[in-house]
């Protein structure tokens, strides 16, 4: 069932937005975040970035396993104790996609990152305290990752925008392994696209990758913008971009086409001075390169129409949505807890878990009776029901039909009784 939002509400409900200093400080008076492993399944890393310092940081772990394997400008000596382990991984993909081959940009066959998405994500999720000093704009600004002092082991699965199901399978046992940190969290995005890669066409405004196992994470742009403006010759006219380099170019300049600018496209362009228009062709094209074609050709800045991501990716933060979201599937802390207590006996765990002394039913309440989106029932053998309540939170008094989509594996029918909901 995707069309729904998901709100778990433990105590008064309040909206608090992601950018606010409240929740990105949240870390900072815990030592709940210190010397965790943080196994990061992406397209690499890029060890150089300031991100990956291990400034302030003790000795690696002694129970962590994993190596710093070497391979394409990405030496055994690479890793520090900050990256703690890299391995990369490729067999499941030649054999599934085709073979990995330069595809005209960078292209390491190693755990180094070939199209800056791994160390984007993980600079976030354990990037070191960074002091801006290149970006005018954001002097006196520093940059962390939400778990700045946990360590990073890499596997790098995906290339060129694509992961094999196969190296993904070897990556969390070698994970497992490498004692990556056990009780494993896994977090995963909502989903940008539609279609979301399997063939499943998803709703507008649904989510796509949701179980009780997983942490899922909507996407939102900052509820702010950088913008770089450009002025023609005339003074009337003028046209403002995205960016965030806050540099200013002094004097005028003619502003020409580059094309795609590719390597070597510019040599024979009278390019000296000018200002470069730059069109993204592909979204697995490197926008930097451009740029350094651009700077190589003798130009003095750079126009990026680059509609292939800006199109998926600016979505503005809309709070007042978030009052009325319709139906959604509630569910409060003690749901949780009876959760946890079915999948172990162990008490204790349950307790370390919750952060206090809880008491499991003698009858565990199984898991496919969780009141969310997503059903789970393992080792199904013949008919069974499940129970789901969606709970109206609507600001506007406007009739409203709500009917159900499902996806059932093959083999199963499922039965649902009402289709739809009139509210």
Request: with cysteine.
């Amino acid at each position: 069932m995707l069309q729904y939002i998901i709100i778990t509400r433990v105590s008064e409900a309040s909206l608090q937005c992601s950018h606010q200093n409240k929740l990105i400080n949240c870390l900072s008076s815990s030592s709940h975040y210190h010397d965790v492993i943080v196994g990061h399944f992406d397209s690499g890393v890029w060890p150089e970035s300031s991100s990956f310092n291990d400034h302030g940081l003790g000795p690696v772990p002694d129970y962590f396993r994993g190596q710093c394997t070497a391979g394409d400008s990405f030496p055994s000596n690479t890793c520090n104790r900050k990256i703690i382990g890299a391995h990369y991984y490729y067999q499941g993909f030649e054999l599934e996609i085709g073979l990995i081959k330069n595809q005209g940009g960078p292209f390491y066959r190693s755990a180094r990152d070939d199209n800056n998405h791994g160390t984007h994500t993980a600079s976030i999720a354990v990037g070191a305290p960074v002091q801006s000093t290149i970006l005018n704009s954001l002097n006196n600004k520093v940059f962390v990752g939400g778990a700045s002092k946990a360590r990073l082991s890499v596997y790098k699965a995906c290339w060129f925008n694509k992961c094999s199901c196969a190296d993904l399978l070897k990556v969390y046992d070698d994970a497992i392994w490498d004692n990556v940190d056990s009780n494993i969290v896994v977090v995963a995005s909502s989903g940008n696209d539609k279609p979301n890669g399997n063939g499943i066409t998803a709703r507008e405004g649904s989510v796509t990758n949701v179980a009780p196992w997983m942490i899922t994470v909507g996407a939102s742009t900052a509820d702010r913008q950088f913008v770089n403006s450009i002025v023609l010759g005339n003074k009337k006219y003028s046209f403002q971009a995205h960016g965030i380099s806050g540099l200013t170019l002094d004097g005028s300049h003619s502003i020409m086409s580059g094309g795609y600018c590719h390597r070597n496209s510019l040599k024979n362009c009278a390019t000296a001075s000018k200002i470069l228009v730059c069109f993204v062709e592909r979204p697995s094209e490197n926008r930097t390169d451009k740029s350094e074609v651009v700077r190589q050709a003798g130009g003095v800045g750079m126009i990026l129409v680059d509609k292939a991501v800006c199109a998926n990716y600016v979505v503005p933060t809309v709070p007042d949505l978030a009052f009325s979201p319709g139906l959604v599937y509630e569910f409060n802390e003690n749901d949780l807890i009876d959760f946890l207590c079915y999948h172990t006996k162990d008490h204790n765990k349950v307790n370390q878990m919750v952060g206090k002394n809880v008491q499991c039913k003698s009858q565990p309440v199984p898991p496919y009776q969780l009141n969310y989106p997503t059903i789970v029932i393992s080792e199904l053998a013949g008919p069974i029901s499940v129970r789901r309540t969606v709970t109206l939170l609507e600001g506007k008094n406007v009739s409203q039909i709500y009917r159900v989509s499902i996806e059932q594996p093959e083999g199963v029918d499922v039965t649902i009784e009402p289709e739809f909901i009139l509210v």
